[in-house]
């Protein structure tokens, strides 16, 4: 069987800098493993600018953010397969892949990394009623088509969820000529980040109803309109607030969720929140060597920090081999552990672990809260003491919050059993 | 003395910012870095927008080629931009960063490319 160090699930922007920080840390022999025909991941289709204002301090579009790791890839000659598929992974890092030229092929890695990103939430998982006519796209589907394959998608268009991608394209059909009619929104607030409501709807005139939904498709051949009616606070439709829109396309931005179905083949225990592995703070699954990162790990809002945290999670990797080839007792990698606890408010964190005696100087958490709330703290507890807080003058589910741990904090909690992150009205 | 209230976009952060304007003065406050700042006056004097979209290329492994304006161009000349860049096509090779048009509706930005697209 053909061994490499390291072998990183997924080209995208997770994978790319995962593999440029690996061989920054020193791993010459790393494979990325990408099952489109390109590297770069979604990225590509996501020509709008906004990314990079934290990476490299200017704004860039999708592609030109890609290209810039690509380029880092390339220069540093990483391998990578393309049209390869990872069909398996398994416990104790064997990969199984397929493509044309070689067929099925098993390897073994000495780390692997996990940057297989997220999938778009389908219309199946809705229970929308109605038939089920050609116009009802996933928004990614439908930017898909639209910014790489050039097919124009729709007309008169109707937007059930207010997610980044939704809010993306509301604004990209109405640049080329559709008239996106309402972006209805299930929830009282809306999922996707403040500026894209302001620069992708407000700009355009575009209405966003929150606490509405579609109750049904009209329309047997192609989409003929849609209702849309508002729910109450169980989101269950309100009788009498029906309202008909005419539309030929219907598109749905209702939430991604990590593809983790090689994580789960592997046997890594999954977060029931966040869809993605648990991981401690070097990003190591509960599976031994094999690493997360990127939406896999959690969906992100912005691709600055996927491609912080996959740096992290090859930076590890490529110690973890080191270490291995060195062969340094397991035991030295061992610590002492402490889970991180998401209370009050505070949905999930990520890490959901801690090893507090072999962590780095730092420790950045991310979560995301359950719900909007004005002028809040963000609390931190060792154990029952509040260390630190933060007042927040907004906290919303659709932005990703972060806290910084500082390994020095700890010094004085030496039996230190658990750590609490939390909101606080005071 | 006229108060507006503003989200930044000048990235996902969006800073709620609070512009106080006494004729062309204005404070800015709530801004977490300089752009907002510089964000907030100008969308209060003169908004502006970086405008992308894509092109129909011919002879490509890909049907469209993603473009930018290469600053950002007045809000009110948004839809006469789209109107050019929608009735333009290009040709395989395109590299990222080219010009394929220049002065876009006499804004005096050029569009330019943001993928390399290589021959079929």
Avoid: W
């Amino acid at each position: 069987m053909t061994y490499h160090d390291i072998v990183i699930i997924g080209g995208g922007p997770a994978g790319l800098s995962a593999a440029a920080a690996a061989r920054k840390a020193g791993v010459q022999d790393i494979l990325i493993l990408e099952r489109d025909s390109v590297l770069g991941g979604i990225l590509n289709q996501c020509i709008h600018n906004g990314f990079g204002l934290h990476t490299f301090k200017e704004e860039l579009t999708g592609p030109e953010y890609a290209a810039r790791y690509i380029a880092m890839v390339e220069e540093e000659k990483i391998p990578y397969k393309l049209n390869t598929i990872v069909a398996d992974i398994s416990g104790n890092r064997e990969v199984t892949y397929i493509n044309r030229e070689e067929g099925l092929v098993t390897i073994q890695a000495g780390a692997v990394i996990l940057a297989m990103g997220c999938r778009e939430r389908p219309r199946g998982a809705l229970n929308i009623p109605g038939y089920r006519p050609a116009g009802i796209y996933s928004a990614g589907t439908a930017q898909r088509l639209m910014n790489i394959e050039g097919y124009r998608v729709g007309n008169e268009v109707v937007i059930l969820g207010s997610g980044d991608i939704g809010l993306i394209m509301a604004r990209r059909m109405t640049l080329e000529g559709a008239k996106v009619k309402v972006v209805a929104e299930l929830m009282p607030y809306s999922g996707g980040l403040k500026r894209n409501i302001v620069q992708c709807l407000d700009d355009y005139g575009i209405p966003l109803k929150l606490s509405h939904t579609v109750v049904q498709i009209h329309g047997k051949e192609r989409l003929t309109g849609v209702t849309i009616a508002e729910v109450d606070e169980n989101r269950a439709p309100i009788p009498g607030t029906e309202e008909y829109y005419s539309c030929d396309t219907l598109l749905l931005s209702v939430g991604l969720i990590p593809e983790n179905e090689l994580s789960k083949g592997a046997g890594i225990s999954m977060n029931r929140i966040t869809s993605g592995p648990n991981v401690d703070d070097k990003l190591e699954t509960d599976a031994e060597g094999i690493y997360a990162c990127g939406n896999v790990l959690h969906v992100h809002d912005l691709v600055d920090f996927v491609s912080q945290e996959a740096a992290l999670a090859g930076t590890n990797a490529a110690a973890y081999v080191k270490r291995t080839k060195e062969s340094v007792p397991a035991s030295e990698g061992k610590g002492h552990k402490v889970p991180l606890a998401a209370e009050n408010g505070v949905r999930y964190t990520v890490p959901q672990t801690l090893n507090v005696d072999a962590m780095q100087d730092t420790v950045t958490v991310r979560f995301r809260v359950a719900d909007v709330y004005k002028d809040r703290y963000i609390s931190v507890y060792y154990d029952d003491k509040r260390v630190s807080k933060k007042k927040k003058k907004v906290l919303a589910p659709g932005e990703m919050e972060q806290v910084v741990l500082k390994k020095s904090s700890f010094a004085e909690y030496p039996d230190l059993r658990k750590i609490t992150i939390c909101t606080e009205v005071e | 003395m006229e108060v507006r209230n503003l989200i930044c976009i000048g990235c996902p952060m969006g800073c709620p910012l609070t512009v106080t304007m006494d004729g062309e003065k204005t404070d800015v406050t709530g801004n977490t870095c300089p752009r907002g700042a510089d964000y907030a006056r100008k969308e209060v004097l003169s908004p502006t927008r970086i405008v992308t979209s894509s092109i129909r290329v011919t002879g490509g492994e890909i049907a469209r080629v993603s473009v930018k304006t290469k600053s950002d161009i007045p809000k009110s000349k948004i839809f006469d931009v789209m109107a050019e860049i929608r009735a333009q096509k290009a040709e395989a090779p395109v590299q990222m960063g080219q010009v394929l048009i220049r002065d876009c509706a006499g804004t005096g930005v050029d569009i330019i490319a943001t993928k390399t697209v290589e021959v079929a």
